[in-house]
């Protein structure tokens, strides 16, 4: 499937609808004329010419809730089968999926542009000659696959029946911890030691058989999945110093591959004492240590740490950090590294709930959001599913919206940064007869924020943020002086002169690092410092049906006084009558472009 419809591929041919519907058992091909699509195998697929009426709304909505504004396309046509018949058969349509792309003619079915993939909604039909009306929706906020999957957990499915005997019954169900990066691991300015409670642990163990003068059954899983990390901090609700642990990498019964903390040991080849959970490998006893908070190898730690048969833990948490591995953390991606930049953990969270991913544009957007550290667990006892999770916790601090394409679903990423020479494309409307404004400038300023605050830095065991930075028009109260806050309050006047200072304050539990939170807190006063402009042009299908959301352009228009000024493509709506309308946003720097303020 192409990516976009290249330039040279439109010019002087038709371009028509394909769709491709999946129901009660069948595919219904279907096109806006009579067509026969040959793929490269040789292979023909016919399409029927009974598309009546088809509008693909393609909306990017930049900085917004993505599943405010799905793709979608609206669709009217005669199915060449009784519809009726087939409901009355038990056929919900609502069931049916779609794939509605854009062809050019004359070239093969495998060149086709897919525009939505989706579920069918709100359908509506009539008699079998009336033509059917319902939608295709890309959306995946509708997936109900939770994290952490419900296998993943404290049952006897998944340990030994003495095990999960030892524990108490509020012990018994709870779901692994699913960890990414370093959560806790904080910079001696949010906390001198560095080292806040970034996670909970869980325990499959709480058996006290003593071996030598150790215990050796009692056992806390970390997270679901292996780390990279050799050792690990722990402390508890009543024991508060981080104490430094041995940390491995272990499976469960049913092979969920799980991070244990054990009290008792070191892992060595030369042990003839088998651990028994997994039977591969042999462990050395050694001799506690408490007293150093920096040692390894924690064994019969304090009392307070290690639960009797039947007790409630008390709660035991972890700092993410190992200081003879200090780039290491939580969950490990397929490269074998910890999965920290938010590109690589927004396509990982996809991937876990189930989601087709285009790997390819998350690579080419890697270099722009994995700069964001994220650190986080989650660890619901409900569970959440993986795009609410990104919803309420990640997307709201990346410049970033999540759509679907062709080989799945993707980012793209405001370039607030953007200048020309990131241009893709320049329109010209004077010199374009086919191209005519369809929109006045708008101005939304419903948005507009000038004086920006993040807490961050969440500690699980004290239940709040220990880190705030702050920017502002000027340093009072040890803000950093942002340049763009200061001209947007110069802008923005009460009716007396006095500046309007409006403030948003974020809370974050994915950010840990102060790197991070600055550079949430820069692309933000880039984005909502000033109003923000749109408009919109109609444009000939066959010279620009190659754009696509998120593209930077330039865009001239002498009656409009646009002169090469820096827009991104914000939307895209086509109908099929050869004519496409595109919405642009403005990308407003008065820094990178010497404008005045007032």
């Not at 806040?196 to 869980?202: C, K, M």
């Not at 088998?274 to 039977?279: F, L, S």
């Amino acid at each position: 499937m192409a990516e976009r419809l290249h330039p040279a591929a439109l010019v002087g041919r038709r371009v028509l609808w394909l769709l491709d519907l999946q129901w009660a058992g069948q595919t219904i091909r279907l096109s806006d004329a009579d067509v026969e699509v040959t793929d490269e195998d040789g292979e023909t697929h016919s399409y029927i010419g009974r598309l009546e009426d088809v509008t693909v709304k393609e909306q990017l909505d930049f900085l917004a809730d993505a599943s405010a504004s799905p793709t979608s396309a609206a669709i009217e046509a005669v199915l060449p089968v009784d519809v009726p018949e087939l409901v009355a058969r038990g056929y919900d349509p609502a069931t049916a999926t779609g794939e509605l792309s854009r062809w050019v003619e004359g070239t093969t079915y495998e060149a086709r542009r897919v525009v939505v993939r989706g579920q069918v909604v709100d359908p509506q039909h009539g008699e079998d000659w009336e033509p059917m009306r319902f939608s295709v929706e890309a959306t995946p906020w509708t997936d109900a696959r939770v994290l952490p999957d419900p296998d993943w957990s404290v049952r006897g499915a998944n340990w030994d029946t003495a095990m999960i005997a030892s524990l108490p019954g509020s012990g018994v169900g709870l779901p692994y911890p699913l960890v990414f990066g370093q959560p806790g691991r904080v910079s001696e300015s949010v906390f001198a030691s560095g080292l806040l409670t970034g996670s909970q642990a869980v325990y499959v163990d709480q058996r006290r058989t003593l071996h030598s003068t150790q215990y050796a059954e009692v056992t806390p899983v970390l997270m679901y999945g292996h780390t990279g990390l050799s050792s690990i901090y722990l402390k508890t609700s009543t024991a508060k110093t981080f104490l430094r642990y041995k940390v491995l990498n272990s499976f469960d019964r049913s092979g969920h591959p799980v991070t244990i903390a054990p009290w008792w040991g070191t892992k060595s080849p030369a042990s003839t004492d088998d651990y028994e959970y997994d039977g591969t490998a042999s462990y050395t006893w050694i001799a506690p240590t408490t007293t150093v908070a920096g040692s390894i190898g924690q064994t019969t730690a304090p009392a307070s740490i290690q639960p009797g048969v039947g007790e409630e833990p008390v709660g035991t948490y972890a700092c993410w950090y190992d200081p003879d591995n200090p780039t290491a953390g939580g969950y490990i991606g397929p490269d074998g590294q910890p999965i920290r930049g938010a590109g690589a953990v927004l396509r990982e969270l996809l991937r876990l709930s189930g989601q087709e991913v285009d790997n390819g544009r998350f690579a080419a957007a890697a270099r722009l959001l994995d700069r964001f550290k994220l650190d986080f667990v989650i660890d619901a006892q409900e569970g959440v599913t993986a795009w609410d999770f990104a919803v309420a916790n990640i997307l709201p601090i990346l410049p970033v919206s999540i759509v679907s394409g062709p080989n799945g679903y993707y980012p793209i990423v405001w370039r607030y940064d953007a200048t020309e020479r990131d241009a893709q494309f320049h329109l010209h409307v004077d010199d374009d007869p086919n191209t005519q404004r369809t929109s006045k400038v708008t101005y939304d300023r419903s948005e507009v924020r000038n004086d920006f605050s993040l807490d961050y830095a969440y500690s699980t065991r004290m239940g709040r943020f220990y880190g705030r930075i702050r920017y502002a028009a000027d340093t009072e109260g040890g803000a950093v002086p942002s340049l763009l806050c200061k001209l947007s309050q110069r802008r923005y006047l009460r009716p007396d002169g006095s500046p309007i200072v409006a403030q948003r304050v974020e809370e974050s539990i994915v950010v840990y690092s102060d790197a991070t939170a600055h550079a949430v807190l820069q692309w933000m006063t880039a984005a909502y410092c000033f109003a923000r402009r749109r408009v919109r042009y109609a444009m000939n299908e066959s010279q620009w049906g190659w754009l696509e959301r998120g593209m930077v352009g330039q865009l001239s228009d002498a009656s409009m006084r646009f002169d090469g000024l820096l827009v991104v493509v914000e939307s895209i709506e086509t109908d099929g009558s050869g004519s496409i309308e595109v919405g642009f946003l403005v990308i407003e720097s008065p820094v990178r472009d010497a404008r005045l303020i007032g």
